[in-house]
């Protein structure tokens, strides 16, 4: 019922920025928790940070002060702020959205499909 559909991902310097969006479609569905992950191959999936719909923001220590998550609620919109990329922020990745399904009265979460971030030296 919701697909979200990321860009902005791309090859960048160390030192360099980017800007990632996610976008949310999809018919009945609130909103709640949005945010991103990053996956190495071969390690864990990392949560990066997550916002709420009231604007209330988390970061995972190893973005703190480097990354800003922020949201256009009009535009069902996700994005991640990058800066002072370095080479280990390179991952692929992952918005999601906890969304709460109102015909259904349920919750899921949905995933984006990815999008490649690449930091060289």
């Known amino acids: 019922q919701v697909q979200l559909v990321e860009s902005g991902g791309g090859l960048v310097q160390a030192g360099g920025s980017l800007r990632l969006s996610c976008t949310a479609s999809?018919?009945?569905?609130?909103?709640?928790?949005m945010g991103w992950y990053r996956q190495v191959p071969g390690k864990q999936r990392e949560l990066c940070a997550t916002i709420v719909s009231d604007g209330s923001t988390n970061y995972a220590d190893s973005v703190k002060g480097r990354f800003t998550i922020s949201r256009d609620n009009a535009k069902n919109t996700v994005y991640l702020q990058m800066n002072s990329l370095k080479p280990e922020d390179t991952a692929v990745y992952y918005c999601y959205a906890d969304v709460y399904l109102i015909t259904a009265s349920t919750r899921r979460r949905y995933w984006g499909q990815g999008t490649q971030v690449t930091v060289s030296p």
């Open positions: 999809g018919n009945n569905a609130r909103l709640d928790v």
